[in-house]
Structure formats: C-alpha cells, structure tokens
T-cell receptor, first 111, second 114 residues
Framework: QKEVEQNSGPLSVPEGAIASLNCTYS??????FFWYRQYSGKSPELIMS????GDKEDGRFTAQLNKASQYVSLLIRDSQPSDSATYLC???????????FGGGTRVLVKP | DAGITQSPRHKVTETGTPVTLRCHQT?????MYWYRQDPGHGLRLIHY???????DKGEVSDGYSVSRSKTEDFLLTLESATSSQTSVYFC?????????????FGSGTRLTVV
C-alpha cells in the first residue's frame, strides 16, 4: 500500500463545473496536508494547505480534511481550462518536514 | 522559480559516468530537498538537508550522494549513472521545520542516461 494514494485520472470536467479530487493516506500520525498543482513540464506549485479537520476555502479552491477516515480532498469550483493540470496531494508526518507525495490526479477541463 | 534555481536544466549522460546536479537558493532557507519524479511513482525523496553539512537519506537514496557546504547550495551526485536514474529531478526549499510548511520547488532538471 502506498503511503499517499490518488486516482491518476484523467478527471474530465466541463468548464464551469466542480472538479472533485480525493487523496487517502496511510499514516495516522500525519499532521499536515498540501495540494500542489503541476502543469505539464513545469514544477509543482503550492495551492492549498490544511491542518485541521473540516473545510478550508481559498478562492475557487476548497480543501477538506477528515483525519478519522484518513482522506483529504480538493474541490475546484467553476473549473476553467487553465485548471487543466496534475494535482498532487502531499502529506507531512508528525516528525520533521518531509513531504510524501501521491502520484497525482490529472484534471482536464473541457470548454 | 523565484529564489531557487537548478542547473543544468537538461542533461544527457552516458551510463557509468558521474553526474552532479546543482540547486542554488537565495532565500536563506535552512531546509533543502532533492526529489525525483517518474511516471507512476510521483515525487520521491532522494536526500534532504537541514543545514550546512547536515544531510540525511530519503526513500530512494541508493546510487546518490549529496553535499551542502553552504546554505545556498545543495548538490546531488549520481556516482555512476544508470538508465534507471533517467528522471526529472526537483530541488525544493523550506523555511522552517515542522509539519506545517510546504515547499517551494525549483524548475527541475531533466536527466537522460543513455
């Protein structure tokens, strides 16, 4: 079992719809959770972080964390073609700051 | 990416040769990391550093070594390159330790071992 798992996709959504991405993790000691966006051929860039159970909103993005069920999700509202990218879930364990990444979910937003 | 540069951006090398990749930061961040990214495996940690001359291994460290003699530079060396080390290598920096801080990534180095 991988430490951080994501559906590789592609997740195809029409423009203006909500894209819903999920991530599960295996280490119950994980404390911090991050979503990165990576365009093809580019480096990952941080878009959201969440540390407590519940929802966290930032613009069109909402991160949701459920530690009891060991999953974290990302919602992208009003999806735009520019949101087409691979979204990486990353988890930090209790000790130190090393991030463990999932394999990423590729999102395609179709006009 | 602002404050962090990787060199070279692309490199083709022959099997068995040593290769050194450089990560340079101007942010004075204490923590630096080397990851490799491969299809189907995502980003995997090779080595990381928590200060000058303080380094430790990640999950895929075999065949790699690192050095950090200055805060701003973190070097990754493939001691004897193999085709399995063909990958995209990313350097990342982080300002503080603890679980609540994400990384800033460099632009990556695409390495091909032939």
């Amino acid at each position: 079992q991988k430490e951080v798992e994501q559906n590789s996709g592609p997740l195809s959504v029409p423009e203006g719809a909500i894209a819903s991405l999920n991530c599960t993790y295996s280490d119950r000691g994980s404390q911090s959770f991050f979503w990165y966006r990576q365009y093809s051929g580019k480096s990952p860039e941080l878009i959201m972080s969440i540390y407590s159970n519940g929802d966290k909103e930032d613009g069109r993005f909402t991160a949701q964390l459920n530690k009891a069920s060991q999953y974290v999700s990302l919602l992208i509202r009003d999806s735009q073609p520019s949101d087409s990218a691979t979204y990486l879930c990353a988890v930090a364990k209790a000790a130190g700051n090393k991030l463990t990444f999932g394999g990423g979910t590729r999102v395609l937003v179709k006009p | 990416d602002a404050g962090i540069t990787q060199s070279p951006r692309h490199k083709v090398t022959e099997t068995g040769t040593p290769v050194t990749l450089r990560c340079h930061q101007t942010e004075n961040h204490r923590y630096m990391y080397w990851y490799r990214q491969d299809p189907g495996h995502g980003l995997r940690l090779i080595h990381y550093s928590y200060g000058v001359k303080d380094t430790d291994k990640g999950e895929v460290s075999d065949g790699y070594s690192v050095s950090r003699s200055k805060t701003e530079d973190f070097l990754l060396t493939l001691e004897s390159a193999t085709s399995s080390q063909t990958s995209v290598y990313f350097c990342a920096i982080s300002e503080l330790a603890g679980p609540n801080y994400g990384y800033t990534f460099g632009s990556g180095t695409r390495l091909t071992v032939v």
